[in-house]
C-alpha cells in the first residue's frame, strides 16, 4: 500500500516563509514526477510545480517560480515546497502528489490528505 503523507502547513504572516514536506512510503517499484496543487476556498485545485527524477521543474507561472521553489530528494522518496513572500492569496489547502508505480509499467497518481496554509497577520 502506497501513502503519501504532507507535513508543515499552519499559519504564516504575510511576507513569512513557510516549508511543505511530502514523504511517500509503501511498496512500488519507482516514483515519476511529484507536485504541489493547492485549492484556495472556493476555487478549483490548481497545480503549483512539478518536479521531475532529474530535477526539471515547472510552476504555475512565473511570479509564482519567484516565491516558490520545489525539490525533491529521490533517496528519501521526499517532494518539498518552499514558499517565501507569501501573501493572504495564497491561503489554501496544499496538495502533494506523486506519479508511482506499483506495477512495472504503470505509474499512477496517488495523493496526499492536504495541509492547511493560511497566510494571516
Known amino acids: 500500500q502506497v501513502q503519501v503523507v504532507e507535513s508543515g502547513g499552519g499559519l504564516v504572516q504575510p511576507g513569512g516563509s513557510l516549508r511543505l514536506d511530502c514523504a511517500a512510503s509503501?511498496?512500488?517499484?519507482?516514483?515519476?514526477?511529484m507536485g504541489w496543487a493547492r485549492q484556495a476556498p472556493g476555487k478549483q485545485r490548481e497545480m503549483v510545480a512539478t518536479i521531475d527524477t532529474r530535477g526539471t521543474t515547472s510552476y504555475l507561472n512565473n511570479i509564482m517560480k519567484d516565491r516558490f521553489t520545489i525539490s525533491r530528494d529521490n533517496a528519501k522518496n521526499t517532494v518539498h515546497l518552499q514558499m517565501n513572500n507569501v501573501k493572504p492569496e495564497d491561503t489554501a489547502d496544499f496538495y502533494c502528489?506523486?506519479?508511482?508505480?506499483?506495477?512495472?509499467?504503470?505509474?499512477?497518481?496517488?495523493w496526499g490528505q492536504g495541509v492547511q496554509v493560511t497566510v494571516s497577520s
Open positions: 509503501g511498496n512500488f517499484f519507482a516514483i515519476g514526477p
Open positions: 502528489y506523486a506519479q508511482i508505480s506499483t506495477q512495472l509499467g504503470r505509474f499512477d497518481a496517488f
